[in-house]
């Protein structure tokens, strides 16, 4: 049986169990399509009745004595005639009213039986018409009547405010009384509006209904689908893993002939499935309740807004990295419990920390750039905003899913590690200090998928976060930067911590790292390679440009690191930039991450998979189709050869040829590369001599033998 | 070679002293092919460690456990794919019946649908589950689970049994047609090692019995063997003998009755 139906029975068994619990069917579809509408659906009609009610409410003024009483009411009667043609009046005919008592009720209990208190006091100055009125107004401003009576009596009050102005201009006119404000004419009129409102101030957002619709949904929608996809993933992993366990089911099923790898990848598999379901449940029913609820003409009753649902499957599509992930924690995590409550316990911190990454990156001012495109679940969240708002660009997403399929991978493989551990099997006899103890650890000739995706997994970020933050404003500075990159990166994390991670563990230096002189064909093959393939990436970039301009940020980018090249020293150049990264990388990507992958994968995937996690490694979006090329060309170089040196030597002679030959006068004349055109024009000749070079290259590549290449004596690829 | 070779096998725990606890010290044995093998001890003899070893499910700390020529720590998928492994602890998955439960383990032993569908009919019939195939095993009562556990165990038709404590909590009836069952699969050529601790089972069943203690082998052999090293005719009297112990009640659950094993 192949591995992939193997997955499959186990797939179709796991999902079918966990269907046929109410607890998981309860989770996944009565919460989203029924609940979720029926809150929805009620807190809006709960707005609306409250909206209501409080235009509805007769709320008690408290005034100090009768004649307060009088003005007071007075001055409402009057604010409330002119008010009905005022532009501020609402939609609606309900108006609150005031029942103005007597009374001298305490502060503690304004918001009670009383929602305000109203003070007035007259300043009349000598020899003036009419004084100030003052007016002093209580409330209590954490009950809702009293804020909302507050609201209501202000604008009275407003209205009020401006029939004195009113009143007061008509007098210095001369115009003063009923009859005389009769006779006013259109003139007089528009003078008095004008020194009512000197200043008319408009404002118009250019935003359209659709940019109003994303945003709106912008501020739910990401944190929400986190959530649920959280929330789906956790039972089904408890379940499959701890209740497993608990129920005595594991020990059953590790008895069977099917790898460790292929039974948790089975498992995962279901439970991302169960998360995507949920996660897309929920977002269908949000989306329908939004969209046939009302909730969208209620937003739209205040600003036009379009909902763009459309984007929805989209940004779902996008979230299957993110269920991934989640679902492969929490099934490595649950693997460690023994019991269903144990479990559930262990759950926990990981919802903290996805809605911990999601909350700091919610903020408006957040973007989804630097370091932020890495940061698990906050770039996805980030993502999906950025995508209901139209606001999104390829290279960020393609760097935030690259980076989330890493983790992912990382955690499905740390999941598959632990899974099958006596430790975790057995309660009576393991601990899980035992997967730490080195003097338990056998000698094994190459590490395993586990210990290769989580280390780099664990590079990837610190290696990120330390390149997001270089940057030279001069060439000394970028020569310095240089040299701390060969130092803390390339010798630091590429090569010493695999380096220590295998002598720590056990795992055979020699086999990992393919320490071995390759045959003679090999060396071959590296020469020709490296002599034709920076002829080609040469066009392929140029091809790619054509197809897909870069960014202007990106050329400008692109420009700033080639001026810097080209003004240090050629040696110094090829040093740090051919010589130290080719060998590191070999070490860290065909050495370490290949022999890993080899242990569980097949050859094709083991070589896709080394070359794709390469690419992801080269920041710089528009080389990650050529380096994801070259990738596969090293690592199957590597393969053939059992060997790491042929690739190092050819990863030396194309980064080597590509500093060099633009320098070159002469040579970077004949091929165009002295222009500054972006898209570089190779002659034919060059390019066909380049073509069948390489391609004689792969033809001996391919002709290799590895059988007659000694392997190591477990069998290592 | 034997179906079952048992050569030095040392497994051993880390202790809570920081130190390390031996669970088996040097365990050697073989079974042979149509042969039960029973493993007696004990609590904390070494048994069930010995079962999971055997199983593939633990790796040795040193020495060789091999089923069927292979190696146990070296190629335990090809290990798997000639044991059926049963404990009395075993669970089975809830939601799922009996004739939903054997296809799929069948399908992870690889085999094809016709041999599934015609080996599932046959351990339907033998261990009388016809009734209650259909239900949930959810539903089922510890009699009915273990029957369904043993067709899963067995519907790979593998060469060698590896039981531990089959029946144990099991009433009489359940008991009688586990045993039974036993005595037929010896008949058809299997290879059984199991451990047990109704020591009246032992005797009526096994071919030949090794006395576990303290994760060494102390006695082996045939009944009339041990008889004549213990001196003893019964069978609870020489284990008592041979480990040493003079009153039953140290020993945990009185011979020939049930009781826990662990590790």
Known sequence: ?717 | MYPVEVDQLVKTFPAVDGGEKYAVAGLSFHVGVGEIYGLLGPNGAGKTTTLRILAGLMKPTAGRVAINGCDVAEQPQNVKRSIGYLTANTGLYQRLSPRELLPYFAELNGLDAEFTARRSAELIDWLGMADFADIRCGALSTGQKQRTNIARALIADPPILILDEPTLGLDVLTNRVILEFIRHQRRAGKTIVLSTHYLDEAETLCDRIGLLHEGRLIAEGDLAALRRQAGHNRLTEIFLELTGQQAAGLLGPAAGSAGEDAP
């Not at chain 1, 591995?3 to 996944?28: G, N």
């Open chain 1, 1 to 717: 049986m192949i591995p992939v139906q193997r997955v499959a029975v186990i797939y179709r068994k796991e999902l079918l169990d966990i269907l046929r619990d109410r607890r998981t069917l309860i989770a996944m579809i009565v919460i989203p399509v029924v609940l979720y509408p029926l809150l929805m659906l009620w807190l809006l009609w709960e707005a609306q009745a409250e909206h209501t009610r409080l235009r509805q409410e007769i709320f008690v003024v408290e005034v100090a004595d009768e004649a307060a009483r009088g003005d007071l009411e007075n001055i409402i009667a009057a604010a409330r005639q002119p008010r009905e043609q005022s532009t501020s009046a609402p939609a609606d005919d309900a108006q609150p009213q005031f029942d103005v008592r007597v009374g001298q009720t305490p502060d503690e209990r304004i918001g009670q039986d009383v929602q305000l208190r109203v003070e007035l006091k007259r300043d009349d100055p000598p020899g003036v018409r009419r004084g100030r009125l003052e007016i002093a107004v209580s409330y209590n401003d954490v009950d809702v009547r009293s804020r909302a009576a507050r609201d209501e009596l202000l604008a009275v009050l407003d209205d009020f405010r401006r029939l004195l102005t009113r009143e007061s201009i008509l007098h210095i006119l001369g115009k003063e009384g009923p009859a005389g404000a009769s006779m006013l004419s259109a003139e007089t009129d528009r003078e008095i509006d004008l020194i009512l409102n000197p200043v008319r101030i408009e404002t118009t957002s250019t935003a359209s209904q659709r940019q109003r619709g994303g945003w709106a949904l912008g501020q739910i929608i990401p944190i929400l689908l986190v959530i649920m996809i959280v929330s789906g993933a956790i039972y089904p992993a408890v379940d499959l893993t701890a209740g497993e366990r608990e129920r005595g089911t594991l020990e059953t099923l590790m008895v069977t002939p099917v790898p460790t790898v292929h039974l948790i990848v089975g498992k995962f598999l279901v439970v991302a499935t169960i998360a995507m379901l949920t996660a897309a449940l929920n977002l269908a029913s949000v989306g329908a309740t939004m969209h046939f609820g009302g909730i969208s003409s209620v937003i739209s009753a205040q600003m036009p807004i379009e909902l763009p649902l459309a984007v929805l499957p989209i940004i779902l599509l996008c979230m299957v990295p993110l269920s991934l992930l989640c679902s492969a924690v929490l099934v490595a995590i649950c693997s460690f419990a023994q019991t269903f409550k144990e479990a559930q316990n262990y759950v926990v911190p990981v919802i903290i920390g996805a809605l911990v990454a999601c909350v700091p990156v919610s903020m408006e001012t957040a973007r989804l750039e630097g370091t932020v495109l890495i940061l698990p679940v906050g770039n996805m969240v980030l993502l999906a905003r950025d995508m209901l708002q139209q606001n999104c660009t390829v290279s960020a997403a393609i760097v935030v899913l690259l980076s989330t399929t890493l983790y992912a991978a990382a955690a499905v493989a740390v999941a598959a590690r632990l899974f099958g551990q006596e430790a975790v099997l057995f309660v009576d006899t393991g601990s899980f200090k035992n997967l730490f103890r080195r003097r338990l650890f056998k000698q094994v000739p190459q590490p395993t998928v586990a210990q290769a995706f989580l280390l780099v997994a664990l590079i990837f970020p610190i290696s990120f976060y330390g390149q997001a933050g270089l940057s030279a404003e001069t060439a000394d500075q970028f020569l310095r930067l240089l040299r701390g990159l060969a130092v803390w990166q390339f010798a630091g994390l590429f090569v010493l911590l695999p380096v220590a991670v295998c002598v720590y563990f056990r795992i055979g230096l020699r086999e990992t790292f393919r320490l071995r002189l390759p045959p003679v064909r090999a060396w071959l093959a590296a020469g020709l390679l490296g002599v034709s393939s920076w002829v080609l990436a040469i066009a392929f970039i140029s091809w790619q440009h054509r197809l897909v301009p870069p960014s202007e940020a990106m050329t400008k980018a692109a420009e700033m690191i080639e001026n810097h090249i080209n003004a240090i020293p050629l040696p110094l150049a090829l040093l740090f930039l051919a010589v130290i990264p080719a060998i590191c990388e070999e070490m860290l990507f065909r050495g370490y991450l290949l022999s890993g992958l080899s242990s569980s994968l097949r050859k094709w995937p083991s070589i896709f998979a080394a070359a794709a996690v390469f690419a992801t490694f080269h920041f710089m979006i528009d080389r990650i189709p050529l380096t994801f090329l070259l990738g596969t060309v090293l690592a199957w170089l590597c393969w053939q050869s059992r060997s790491l040196l042929p690739g190092i030597l050819f990863h030396i002679m194309h980064n080597g040829s590509m500093l060099a030959i633009p320098r070159a006068p002469g040579i970077a004349e004949y091929l165009g590369l002295d222009t500054a055109a972006e898209v570089a024009s190779l002659p034919p000749a060059v390019l066909w001599g380049a073509a069948l070079a390489f391609i004689a290259g792969l033809a001996l590549i391919a002709s290799m033998d590895r059988r007659s290449i000694s392997p190591a004596p477990s069998g290592g690829f």
